[in-house]
């Protein structure tokens, strides 16, 4: 078997102008990496003949001499640089590279080739994620191509199989993803383009190529970019990110998934699918850690909680008595899996928990989950290539274990850690004790606030149905909405922004009106909180937008609101599924997850660079429009109305699918307050069971049908 090589080709896809006028006959350059482990490098011409050899300096074409030949940095971008070549030259041209066997005769088993144009090429770096020294070698007794790693002493098989294609040559011209397969090698590509800035790490990028050599049950990847910075004169090409590779330890594929709730049962069943024969054949492994003893997530109903409970004890789920669904059930569900025939259009939370079990059941998902088990940490591993995950039974911290895995699926929701807001004065209100301040997830039922005056800040879901509830027990319900008109007519009193509040119990908002209360309920909304992931830093919006980060108000960035960019680890090797907010979310889940899964398995890769493109440009129009960071941050993962069907048609594109969303998607979504409400009231008058009765026994038909029946009652109503 032939040893690999990269070969200097140009790619058809809408190249830079600055490419054109290419020369043809470049010399190339060969790094030979012979058995002593010393480097040599072998410049040759286009006819082959050796120019030099020289393991210190390089004497280059014009005489120039550079003694940096081999230099250790440190960290640059992704990696350690392990060796640089410089040349002269200003004249600039992006190659691509094109991946094929060694087809020269002899015995090249200890050498790595990859021939470039110097001419056009000012300087090469080899960089391998988190090691100084790496190169491919045959292992004679096993016929195997394998990268070693790590120092002269300190070598490391991580990983081998990576081709079996013997001297047949593998190369991609052309098209921005393109497959081709020789026996059981697959190559993908894909074109990047990245604004230019810094040279060493955030330079222009113009070409990227994503080769997976693949062979069953083993998926090893790595990425090769071609690197150009106009702004410094240089030219850089990086090998980063060696993906996959712990895959072939023992030729087992292992994927782990943090939560059992909406978004890890969709992301199980579609792994499931994905990887059925590799599961069945022992090659793949799939674990879900759910802290729960069942699965349901936060619609799970647990004991009741004190809403006087001290608020440093969270609840385990936000669910307060009186919640449904606040969108119709044919629109919020799994696509997968219609409703059960009957169900109310809007039903409560135990109708959903029965679902997601319904779900579990028909696509045998519980034996892939570790319930009552909590991860405390999950860290991505530069050594092994994989994510060393640690897990301990609930309430059991101290008899903790730790396991690995080659990807990890975060879908452990956004509705476990409340966000709190403050106001001037709100100390001074409440230190007598005779007033309290919580956050809606401890709020269950209205009883205890008979009497009271109550304050509920948020106009969301949650702010609307607490508000509704209160306004039945409570002596006086005011409601505190952004940017809402004053209303002083029905139940609940409507008010703008807070001002500040006073010692003697007074809220007073922006517009000067005030009002004495008693219990202050914030249905402010929640954070992202992954507190088991300590390579996500947690920073402001706005600092700084170079690396990857959390604000707790969103992620950034995040390539489709999945896949982490500007990371430390490679692309793919961790997802995150059901980030996006105001939008029907189970269909979501399952195409995120669809998209993660064939991401994983090899059979679709991203274009990097536009997806950063798309990240950065997204970034710049939320500045426009919401001028703060802050705003920015609140508003990054929000898909409301018709946009979040684009999104999930092009999950599905991009997933190699043709799907489209139901033509009454759109329709309903945007009648779907009007809905409830007159769900509601058919509720309250004792006719939804009624105009529930065989729905769906006819499949989802049905569905719609009794939604534009209830969209006609509406307007029947509205006439009379």
Sequence with gaps: MGSWRCAVSHPALEPPTFLSNRPVGMPKLFIDQPGNDETQYAFMDAAGNKQFTSTSSVDLIDGTTSTDIYEHTGMISHGHLVATIKWP???????????????????TGHTTRLPLSTNHIKSLNLVTKGHSRAHWRRIPETDKLALFAGHHREKRLIADECHRAGKRWLQIEGKLVHHCSITDVEIIASWIAVNKTNCQSKAELFGTFLFSAATTGRRPHFLIVCHTCLDH??????????????????????????????????????????????????????????????????CSRLPDRSDTKPQSDVPDTPLYNCLTTNLPLPIMLYPSCDPAPSTHLFPPAQAIVEYLHKYETRFKLRPFIRFS???????????????????????????????????????????GKPHFV?????????????RTVIHSMWYREPSQYHGLRVLVVGGGPSGNDLASDLSTVARKTIQSVRSFEDEDLGPVTKRGKIDHFTADGLVVFENGKQAHVDRVILATGYEYDFPFLPQLPIRNPGVDETSFYTSRAHIYPLAR????????????????????????????????????????????????????????????????????????????????????????????????????????????????????????????????????????????????????????????????
């Excluded at 403050?422 to 005779?434: E, H, K």
């Design 561 to 720: 609101h999945i896949f982490p960019l500007l990371t430390s680890f490679p692309l793919g090797s961790i997802a995150f599924i059901g980030i996006p907010v105001r939008l029907a979310p189970f269909p979501l889940f399952e195409a995120q997850a669809l998209l993660v899964a064939r991401v994983i398995s090899g059979r679709v890769s991203l274009d990097l660079g536009r997806e950063l493109e798309l990240c950065k440009t997204r970034n710049e129009k939320l500045i426009e429009v919401y001028k703060s960071p802050e705003r920015v941050a609140r508003n990054w993962h929000v898909l409301d109305g018709d946009a979040q069907f684009a999104h999930r048609e092009e999950l599905w594109h991009l997933a190699g699918e043709s799907r489209t969303c139901p033509e009454w998607s759109s329709e309903i979504y945007q009648a779907k307050v009007v809905l409830r409400d007159e769900w509601r009231d058919l509720v309250r008058t004792g006719e939804a069971d009624s105009w529930s009765k065989g729905v769906g026994e006819g499949g989802m038909k049905d569905w719609v049908e009794l939604m534009r029946r209830v969209l006609r009652r509406v307007e029947q109503r509205r006439q009379k």
């Design 373 to 415: 088990t909590v991860v405390s940490r999950a860290l991505w591993n530069d050594n092994t290539h994989q994510w060393d995950v640690t897990t301990h039974p609930r309430n059991q911290p101290e008899n903790s274990s730790e396991l690995c895995f080659d990807h990890l699926l975060v879908t452990n929701g956004h509705y």
């Design 89 to 107: 030259s200003n004249n600039f041209r992006d190659p691509s590279l094109i991946l094929y066997p060694d087809v020269d005769s002899g015995d």
């Design 422 to 434: 403050t106001f001037p004065g709100i100390d001074d209100w409440s230190a007598s004790g005779a």
């Design 233 to 298: 004169a240089k030219s850089t090409i990086y090998l980063l990110n060696i993906m996959g590779f712990p895959h072939a330890r023992n030729g087992k594929l292992r994927i782990a998934a943090i939560g059992a709730g909406a978004s890890g049962l969709a992301s199980l069943r579609t792994l499931a699918d994905e990887f059925k024969k590799e599961i069945s054949s022992g090659d793949c492994e799939i674990t879900c850690f759910e802290r729960r003893n069942d699965t349901g997530g936060i």
